[in-house]
């Protein structure tokens, strides 16, 4: 059960009042979606569901059993009280050495789709925000992206215009290369990816710097 409104919060963005709400009748598992009705006053709104989040959901319905009540999650035959989810998270955070809420989840989804290049507009109406800039400052991250989505575009269109050759672009220039890296260590990445962006990183310099001296020697 855990996985399933883990999975939920994390891959479709749901408020915990929004899990524990959650009736059988909105949810399909076929169409792979989720219907959430009339959160904080807001519209109604249907969001996709991944398929790690079908599959986690699956798993918790085959083994929820009968109860007194159709919400989804139930713990001792009733809908979730109001604590569970964080209670749950704060015993998991202790277990793995960190500390998370639901709250975080939510905001992570919202990184995590913007990151991927989803439109904001989308994440907007998957999140359920009636204004746009509470969903940009939800996702604290997604500047992250903006150094490689501009070089990548600007690349093109310099080759388009004749200012560059097809396939001498932004990836031989140091600088460029290092705006992608930095754009990498904004992200959500584990302590074994984040040393590899570190490395990366020093590789970049030391051979920025070998070239400059290599041309410096020329002129001399």
Known sequence: ?????????????????????????????????????????????????????????????????????????????RALGFTYCNHRLKTYGRRCGIRVTCHQLRQSAATMLLNAGAPILTVQTILGHKNIDTTRRYARLYDGTVATHYYCAMAEVESRMGLQDVGDGFASDPAHLLALVDSLQNGTLNDDQQETVHALRTAILDLAEREATRVAEQHI
Do not use: C, N
């Not at 598992?29 to 904080?40: A, F, N, T």
């Not at 969001?47 to 989804?72: C, E, K, N």
């Open 1 to 77: 059960m855990d996985r399933a409104w883990f999975s939920l919060m994390v891959y479709s963005a749901l408020r915990v009042g929004e899990v524990r709400r959650l009736h059988l009748s909105d949810l399909d598992p076929e169409g792979r979606r989720v219907r959430i009705e009339q959160s904080k006053g807001l519209k109604d709104r249907v969001i996709p569901l991944s398929q790690p989040t079908v599959d986690a959901l699956r798993a918790y319905l085959d083994v929820r059993g009968p109860a007194a009540t159709d919400h989804v999650f139930i713990y001792r035959h």
